[in-house]
């Protein structure tokens, strides 16, 4: 699905949303015609082209015809240890990152998810109508705490699906752009608003994901088998987006295939070739059949090296930009503030309507 068919998407009718943000000191309304879009990264470090393609581009795409809102979960971070010095500069980094993917902070509310109380106050009303059953269900749950002793799995780790949702709702969000990692996710966001709806009527809207399909998921490029992550021990397996173009171009030229000289789209056969093809369709905004049929005849050392310039030069423009904003601290602050401002006014009254349904006391 290229962008303009997701934008076509997200302009389906879906009901009316009744909210309003501050932008930059000016009380603005939401555009009532126009979905509200929201999506949120945790600070973790440098992201990798699995992030960019996956989400981030999209997140850029999603700026025309909706309301926009953009969030750093620093919150959703901390299920795992984190250095809070190291935590507090990476917040900065990621900022500085969406920004220079071109999320723009006059057409797009960005903020950090800390900034907003609203979220963690709406997460513990969602706990309450929310089962032990579907969150152990959780994939990225299951696969994380195996990894752990069972004594050392900390509630955050088992929870965090919840304050995903409370993320979400908090906004009446009506579509999330996001990987396709956190499908099983969104569905759990659907089955608690329609829950809470139904107890006490309608309250939440309940949103839609969406999924782009060239490029939603990225694959390792020494293990094809797997999803590209930059926590993974081989660094050749992964891209990051600030790299240096030498690095990836190496990267890419190390990258496990296989023995057969055909180069074609077959995912099971090939799922090495098919995911350069689909990194190159992503970088080059093509169809993937339209990359094949640009590397007939040609050899996988060609395939290689192409794919690595079309992502270098994919992130070139992002690289410089990052380099500026990097540099613009009291810039980068000042959208922060902006946002957050927005953000709790928002979240804090849609919270209200909330409390009220589940009959909290207000004085």
């Known amino acids: 699905m290229g962008e303009n068919a997701l934008l076509s998407n997200i302009k389906a009718a879906m009901p009316e949303r009744r909210a309003h943000f501050r932008r930059f000191g000016t009380l603005m309304e939401f555009d009532k015609s126009r979905k509200t879009v929201f999506s949120g990264i945790q600070p973790s470090g440098e992201f990798s082209i699995g992030n960019y393609f996956g989400a981030l581009k999209h997140w850029a795409a999603m700026q025309e015809g909706v309301n ?6 620093d919150m959703h971070a901390i299920t795992v240890p984190q250095d809070p010095e190291t935590l507090r500069r ?11 993917i071109g999320i723009d902070p006059d057409k797009s509310l960005l903020f950090i998810q800390s900034h907003a109380s609203a979220h963690a106050e709406l997460a513990w009303i969602l706990n309450c109508f929310s089962y032990m059953g579907e969150l152990s269900r959780m994939t990225q749950f299951k696969d994380k705490s195996q990894k752990l002793n069972a004594e050392s799995i900390r509630v955050g780790l088992f929870d965090y699906p919840v304050l995903m949702a409370a993320d979400i709702l908090a906004y009446q969000t009506d579509i999330v752009p996001v990987g396709e990692d956190q499908r099983q996710h969104i569905e759990l966001t659907r ?9 006490f009527g309608d309250t939440f809207t ?46 890419f030229k190390r990258a496990v295939t296989d023995s057969e000289p055909e180069i074609r789209y077959d995912p099971k056969a090939k799922p090495g070739i098919s995911n350069l093809l689909e990194i190159y369709a992503a970088a ?6 339209d ?10 050392g060609e395939l290689k090296k ?9 992130l070139r423009p992002i690289q410089e930009k990052y380099a500026e904003f990097s540099k613009d601290k009291a810039y980068v602050d000042s959208v922060l503030k902006a946002g957050a401002d927005a953000a709790r006014e928002i979240a804090a009254s849609n919270l209200k309507i909330v409390q009220e349904k589940v009959g909290f006391y207000s004085l």
């Open 68 to 73: 926009p809102i953009y969030c750093i979960v």
């Open 90 to 100: 990476r917040t900065l980094e990621c900022a500085a990152v969406l920004l220079a």
């Open 191 to 199: 089955d608690i608003a329609v829950r809470f709806n139904q107890a």
């Open 206 to 251: 309940v949103p839609e994901g969406r999924y782009a399909e060239i490029g939603t998921k990225v694959l390792s490029l020494s293990d094809p088998s797997k999803k590209m992550s930059k926590s993974d021990e081989n660094r050749n397996s992964y891209v990051l987006i600030l790299e240096e173009p030498e690095s990836i171009l190496n990267k």
């Open 284 to 289: 080059s905004g093509i169809s993937v059949q």
């Open 291 to 300: 990359s094949v049929s640009q590397f007939d005849g040609l050899g996988y």
């Open 306 to 314: 192409r794919v690595g310039e079309a992502v270098i030069e994919e």
